[in-house]
């Protein structure tokens, strides 16, 4: 939340400080309208305010003032022109409301994929669509309505410029700005080939970057796993997870432990999935005061742990993690017909993994095999005795598990009755053979005049996968690296085994880079419909199927900035960054639908196609820039998130490269695709004109300095 309002400060800083206290209060105050205006429609929606909700709408805060921003531009340039207030919101209204709309439609049908994916990570992060579509929506609404109505009512008088609209843009900075245009246009064809190489070469880079599907969470909490191995008491687990509960409750970073014995806590995150009940198995929840104290403390469990402080059982300590839950973020399932083969593969893989300098506790899901027990009945001793194997198996059951007698009704509930044998003995294999059972005529008889004790290894358990038995090898990895870079390194070691595996085994990754891959999977099928609706949007709005192709074409020239960005600041590409790379192929497309409307606007009022590529990028420069800025510095507290970090750094990257696009290479872009030629130089060029002997509106003297 407070990451939410420092991002909300900034953005009204930016527009008072930029535009000017009066005419930044008008901008400023779109943005706390557009957010009560979606905390409305989340009321009656029924979306909760959580850290999805809030992470979109700080992507919002960034982008919803854009609109704001061009329409009071447009209103002051034309005050400065000489229009009336009144007039000028006019204006504003009529010319900037239909691009700005296309604009917001494009940014907003971008997220479509998220709010639809049928997936884990869709249904977790789908609100973003919803929250970003609504704030979006509004903020239009806001800036085409309310925005020109407080302009009427808030802007102070603002004098008429002498020389009218050529002289507003002959300012020495407008002047150098626009010779930096025309150069862009008459290079152009070396523009974009710096473009198409910088994106070439991003998409390489995007190679080097670390991948990674949903961070490690910011919560204080510790989760300690005890396993002992299958088929051990609860007693026994008791004792082991006891050893592990004394420890922590000595560290200081410790303020509250909690242990379950014989299965998972209950789910209080929903990023967590509580296990099945387990007698071999114990989780303790440890809460520390800080994510940075939960890191330390982690750190000395796993290093006692290493030491024996309970040798007996495997003893885990983790984090929580965003996203959709995975035990083991690294696992690699062995699936075949025969078991032993199975379990001589699934060791195989184990002893690579395990070969990883990058990986720890490594283990297989069916556990170790472990002694069991067989009493092994002698079928002719009991044919003499008139017993048969089910009277046997029916008293042994009493003896050693219990048998359900009746049942009683507690409050609401229905409690069985279990009678069984007590004491210790029942538990002691050593002593099966002293128990007595009772024959059709009363007599006690030892069980070891009928039968024999064998112990067999067994696998504790087994588990199946699309009715295939199914091993999965899994272990936790090095913290500095990412679960898919470890995946890889081991699934590239273990090509000599997967090359050599006999017909009907095979192995396949699961883990973190299986949720990754799923989540992807479920986004694709939707890509179809957000391309058709952006077309679409940008077809109505422009009105040429040659444009529409062009205006397309730049949406994923967001790589450019984004790829550097993360590169430089070692930030991992992952599901957050998709969003950031989804939303900047919104603002680039948007940008480019309003330079275009633009451009067209100044070709209806009489430039010739030249010109009106050249002052429409001028025109645009300011508000550009200014929501860049704004939208820049609005995602910078989002960079100490440990969730939207990752998207914060992909944004703020591709809305700097994004604004540079805008203003060179889009110039460049259109001329390129329309066959704009820079017109000759007069002798009145050539020999250096002032800013206010240019005059827009007075097209056949157009000129430039």
């Known amino acids: 939340m407070a990451k939410f309002l420092v991002a909300l400060m900034v953005v009204i800083l930016v527009s008072l400080i930029s535009l000017g206290w009066r005419v930044g209060i008008v901008v400023a105050a779109a943005v706390p309208l557009t957010i009560a205006a979606v905390f409305l429609i989340m009321l009656m929606t029924g979306r909760v305010f959580d850290r999805i909700t809030l992470g979109a709408l700080i992507i919002a805060l960034g982008l919803l003032v854009d609109d704001a921003i061009i329409a009071i531009e447009m209103i002051v340039v034309k005050m400065e022109e000489g229009l009336d207030r009144i007039r000028a919101a006019a204006f504003a209204w009529s010319h900037t409301a239909a691009p700005m709309l296309s604009g917001t439609l494009v940014t907003v049908v971008a997220f479509t994929p998220i709010g639809f994916a049928r997936s884990d990570a869709g249904e977790y992060a789908g ?167 939960r890191d330390a403390l982690i750190d000395r469990l796993r290093k006692a742990a290493s030491e024996g402080l309970a040798p007996e059982a495997r ?165 500095r690296l990412q679960p898919p870079q470890v995946s890889r390194e081991v699934n590239k070691a273990l090509g000599g085994i997967i090359a050599n595996l006999p017909a009907g085994y095979h192995i396949e990754m699961g883990g973190n880079i299986e949720d990754s891959t799923k989540a992807n999977a479920a986004l694709i099928p939707l890509f179809p419909v957000m391309i058709v609706l952006t077309l679409l949007v940008i077809i109505f709005q422009t009105r040429s199927l040659s444009m529409m192709t062009m205006v397309f074409m730049t949406a994923p020239l967001g790589l450019i900035g984004t790829v550097p960005t993360l590169l430089l600041f070692h930030q991992p590409f992952g599901f957050s960054s998709i969003l950031g790379v989804i939303a900047l192929a919104g603002i680039i497309m948007r940008n480019t639908l309003i330079l275009v409307g633009q451009i067209q606007t100044n070709q209806t009022e009489g430039l010739d196609m030249y010109h009106a590529v050249v002052e429409a990028t001028v025109q645009r420069a300011r508000p550009v820039i200014l929501t860049a800025v704004a939208a820049a510095l609005a995602f910078i507290p989002l960079t100490q998130s440990p969730f939207w970090g990752t998207m914060a750094y992909t944004l703020i990257g591709g809305t700097i490269v994004g604004t540079i696009l805008t203003l060179l290479f889009l110039p460049a872009l259109y001329s390129i695709w329309f066959r704009v030629e820079p017109r000759q130089k007069t002798l009145d060029e050539e020999e250096g004109l002032t800013g206010h002997d240019l005059n827009v509106h007075s097209r056949s003297s157009y000129h430039y300095k």
């Open 315 to 479: 003893v885990r300590a983790t984090p929580f993690v965003f996203g959709p839950y995975s035990h083991f973020l690294v696992t690699f399932r062995v699936m075949g017909p025969e078991l032993s083969k199975l379990r001589e593969i699934a060791d195989q893989v184990a002893g690579v993994m395990r070969a990883n300098p990058h990986t720890r506790l490594v283990n297989q899901d069916w556990g170790e095999r472990q002694p069991t027990a067989h009493f092994v009945l002698d079928q002719d001793r009991l044919k003499l005795m008139g017993l048969d194997p089910e009277d046997v198996a029916t008293q042994l059951r009493f003896l050693l598990t219990g048998i359900t007698t009746t049942q009683i009704r507690e409050d609401i509930r229905t409690v069985d009755v279990v009678a069984r044998s007590s004491g210790a003995e029942r538990l002691d294999p050593a002593k099966l053979g002293d128990f007595t059972i009772k024959s059709q005529h009363g007599r006690l008889i030892p069980l070891s005049q009928i039968g024999h004790i064998e112990v067999r290894p067994e696998d504790p358990i087994l588990r199946r996968r699309d009715r295939v038995p199914t091993i999965t090898v899994e272990c936790d990895y090095d913290d």
């Open 127 to 293: 609100n973003i669509f919803w929250i970003v579509g609504s704030a979006l929506l509004v903020s239009w609404g806001v800036a085409v309505t309310f925005t020109p109505y407080l302009g009427v009512k808030l802007l102070p008088k603002i004098e008429p410029v002498i020389g009218g609209h050529a002289a507003i843009y002959s300012t020495p900075r407008y002047q150098k700005f626009r010779r930096l245009v025309v150069w862009a246009v008459e290079h152009k064809f070396k523009i974009a080939a710096f473009v198409v190489g910088a994106f070439l070469l991003s998409v390489l880079g995007m190679t080097l970057v670390k991948q990674q599907f949903f961070p490690s969470s910011d919560r204080p909490e510790v989760v300690a796993e005890v396993q002992m191995p299958e088929g051990s008491s609860i007693e026994a687990t008791s004792g082991a997870a006891a050893k592990v509960e004394r420890w922590l409750l000595q560290q200081p970073e410790a303020k509250i432990v909690t242990t379950y014995v014989g299965e998972g806590s209950p789910r209080f995150y929903i990023a967590y999935n509580p296990e099945l009940p387990d007698p071999s198995f114990a989780k303790i929840i440890v809460l520390a005061p800080s994510s940075k104290a």
